[in-house]
């Protein structure tokens, strides 16, 4: 397995326009899930950015991005199209997508969901965790993802993927993180797809893939980062970076 972590960021975000240049602490938000996917050491490490500012911006911190076309529809088209201009000829067989609003990504996640794509059925794999905060339940902005374990316990085969507080009935619910490693066939086949039914019903790009037959297998974690949509996220991730003070 050769893994390529691809970081998609736009500028134009509906409610937080600029997040990617965002500062947190002396450097943009965007750097910092550079950084955290650099300390992962799975391997090379590209920004596909829709805007010039955050090439500038990767590119000031030491690191790689590309410029990507800005009327792409989504970041899964904004990591298949770096994919395909930075390696055309096919070296990375995996890319791990990571959002670029995750700041608070543990680099331990990233290194967890390529642990599924050792069985070669699975097409796609993803991260969740247990939800411990009983106001995520029926907090339709977390992502519930339902779960047929496997026997070994760290993960299993996903089954749905629901904004709605499922499933019903005792036991535990799962936090779904929005990063995905995709084989290279796998997002290749995913972004010529067309928007399914349920996608746009639940707003979850992933029930494309599962509406079409693609398999999609999740790794347990035991951290949930925290993302960036509104301001106030903003300043709950600043707070939760903030450095310890000195004594």
Partial sequence: MHPMVVIPARMAAMRLPGKPLAMIHGRPMIVHCWQHAVNAGLGPVLVAA??????????????NALLTDPALASGSDRVHAAMEAADPGGSYDVVINLQGDLPTIDPAILTAVLGPLADPAVDIATPAAPITDMSEHDDPNVVKAVVSPHAHGRGGRALYFSRAAVPSGEGVRYHHIG??????????????????????????????????GMRIDIAFVDSIPRGVDTAADLERVRERLRPPAST
């Avoid at 500012?53 to 990767?58: G, M, N, P, S, T």
């Avoid at 707003?203 to 893939?209: F, H």
Wanted: net charge positive; proline share 2%; aromatic share 6%.
């Fill in 179 to 212: 990063v995905y490693a995709y084989r290279r066939a796998a997002l290749r086949r995913f972004v010529a797809l067309p928007a399914s039914v349920l996608e746009k019903r639940e707003r979850l790009e992933q029930l494309r893939a599962m509406e079409a």
């Fill in 50 to 63: 829709g805007d010039a500012e955050i090439v500038a911006a990767i590119e000031a911190a030491g690191g």
